[in-house]
């Protein structure tokens, strides 16, 4: 399936969380985010209203994603009249506690945080998104520890932290794209380009064989597409030319390779994906990781 190999590739950026507490009568008013919002209840129910005012309940163990730009309160309580409005994203590192009412009394407890899930510099994972979505993610009792864990690194800040972090996150947004999945037929239409079958197909060859000389032209006939329009349609859907997205594959495709222990040389790892010459390969690979691919390999090995 195409959105496992997209989640291969991933990068998964959070921002520092925060935990809101709601005590029972109390609104916590907080703007749109910059980014997709992730809200999990980890204790407690209540609503989350848009903002239109549409209602989205909440309980244990929910996961809602809101999307960039969005303002949305969270309510807690039948009868709603007192309100704490946040101005803007608090900063800072560790867990910010934001707190509506009473602390010692609060009901609803939630672990929110800005989540920024991308492909290579451009794919948002999320970027299609427009209106809040709910997941039920009681049945993945990981997603639970998961937060929990995120919570207890994030407002420790060791050494490690951060890496930890963007694991336990991937863990969380991969079970939420299950549960979806599950719910809605297989069929995630705000997923960049996985609900158009022409588009997936050229994708899925650029997994598949990196290596092989691609062109615009070639994988536009993939798609079964003119060449302006598969043009068009992907860089619309990717925030990237074709060409750009190969070639961002097969430097992650080389740096997976050389991840791997053997005797596999840095030449036969450049032809391998689908470079000519290793000197072409290296000062690619230097420009997008930063080092060459030889002390790239030396790094893993001295660890």
């Not at 492909?119 to 709910?134: A, K, N, T």
């Not at 919570?151 to 060791?158: D, V």
């Not at 992650?252 to 994906?273: C, D, M, Y």
Request: proline share 6%; hydrophobic share 40%.
């Amino acid at each position: 399936m195409l959105l496992d190999k997209l989640l291969d590739y991933v990068t998964v950026h959070s921002e520092p969380f925060a935990t809101c507490l709601l005590s029972s009568g109390w609104r916590l008013r907080l703007p749109g985010p910059p980014g997709v919002m992730f809200h999990f209840v980890m204790q407690g129910s209540g609503i989350l209203r848009g903002p239109e005012g549409e209602e989205y309940p909440l309980e244990r163990f929910s996961l809602a994603v809101v999307p960039s730009g969005v303002g949305h309160t969270l309510e807690c309580g039948i009868n709603v009249q007192s309100e704490r409005v946040i101005e803007a994203p608090p900063t800072g590192e560790g867990v910010v506690r934001l707190v509506a009412g009473n602390q010692v009394s609060a009901e609803l407890r939630v672990a929110c945080g800005a989540v920024n899930v991308t492909y290579g510099d451009s794919l948002g994972l999320f970027h299609r998104l427009r209106e809040i979505i709910v997941a039920d993610l009681s049945g993945y009792p990981q997603v639970r520890l998961a937060f929990e864990e995120i919570l207890a690194e994030q407002g420790g800040a060791t050494e490690g932290s951060a890496t930890l972090t963007k694991a336990l996150m991937t863990q969380c947004i991969v079970y939420l794209l299950r549960y979806l999945t599950e719910q809605s037929d297989g069929r995630l239409p705000w997923l960049p380009g996985l609900e158009d079958p022409n588009l997936s197909r050229a994708v899925d060859v650029i997994f598949e064989h990196p290596e092989a000389p691609h062109t615009v032209d070639s994988l536009a006939d993939e798609a079964i597409m003119s060449r302006s329009v598969f043009a068009e349609r992907f860089r619309e859907t990717f925030g990237s030319t074709p060409i750009s997205f190969l070639h961002d594959m097969r430097l992650r495709k080389a740096a997976e390779q050389l991840r791997q222990k053997g005797s596999t040389s840095i030449e036969q790892v450049a032809h391998q994906v689908g470079f000519n010459s290793r000197s072409h390969f290296s000062r690619a690979f230097k420009d997008h990781f930063g080092v060459s691919p030889a002390a790239f390999r030396e790094g893993l090995e001295s660890h």
